[in-house]
């Protein structure tokens, strides 16, 4: 049983995290990187997940969230395809997320552990790139983390300037390997016989794989071992 603290009533958000936590695979490295700094928090730490299409970077910063969350920081998670491109909106938008997220309704408050900001999709929000390094991002309390998914790498002013560089720390996402997709696959019940075609047409791609899983309990008859 997870442990809430003094007060807290159990909401549906906290359900829903603790299936995730439990349904998520693969991705060990970088979770054991995010919990690293959980447990022992830098005064800023900036994680940059960067991958093409499909290959997970939204599910693996859902999983992170969670994980946050338990460990008690208030989090806020933003995607660029759904927040206006104005600073205002976006400005407006973390605080949002911070007042729903628990019992925190304050960025600045200093009964949690700290803030993290998750910052999905960030290609989307270019325009606001210059501002968030140079304006927002730095008026935050002094310890927070960030995590940042892009199909982009970091501009040059990121790796560039002293104080971002010091604290930026990019992850690159690639498809799973052979046993992270056998572990997926297992996971969303595809019988072993089956799992050896399906990395073949995949090749451990994150997407495709969830696709696959999501058909197989429909049309199970589309699925047959080659021998």
Request: aromatic share 8%.
């Amino acid at each position: 049983m997870e442990q809430q603290g003094p007060g807290h009533q159990p909401r549906l958000a906290d359900t829903l995290d603790a299936a995730g936590r439990r349904g998520f695979v693969g991705r060990s490295a970088e979770l054991a990187t995010f919990e690293a700094l959980l447990e022992h928090p830098e005064p800023v730490s900036v994680l940059w997940l960067s991958g093409l299409g499909g290959v997970g970077k939204t599910a693996l910063m859902q999983a992170c969230a969670g994980r946050a969350r338990l460990a008690g920081w208030r989090t806020a998670r933003i995607d660029g395809r759904t927040v206006a491109r104005s600073p205002q909106a976006f400005a407006d938008a973390v605080t949002s997320a911070v007042a729903t997220d628990g019992s925190y309704s304050e960025i600045d408050g200093a009964d949690a552990t700290g803030l993290a900001i998750f910052i999905d999709t960030y290609e989307r929000l270019e325009s606001l790139d210059s501002w968030l390094r140079e304006q927002y991002l730095p008026s935050l309390p002094a310890q927070t983390l960030i995590m940042i998914a892009s199909r982009q790498l970091p501009s040059m002013e990121w790796r560039t300037d002293p104080g971002w560089a010091a604290v930026l720390q990019v992850l690159p996402l690639r498809n799973f390997r052979p046993e992270e997709s056998r572990a997926y696959l297992t996971s969303r019940r595809v019988p072993e016989p089956l799992q050896a075609e399906a990395l073949g047409f995949t090749h451990g791609n994150p997407l495709a794989l969830s696709l696959l899983t999501d058909l197989y309990p429909l049309q199970p008859e589309r699925f047959t071992v080659r021998h």
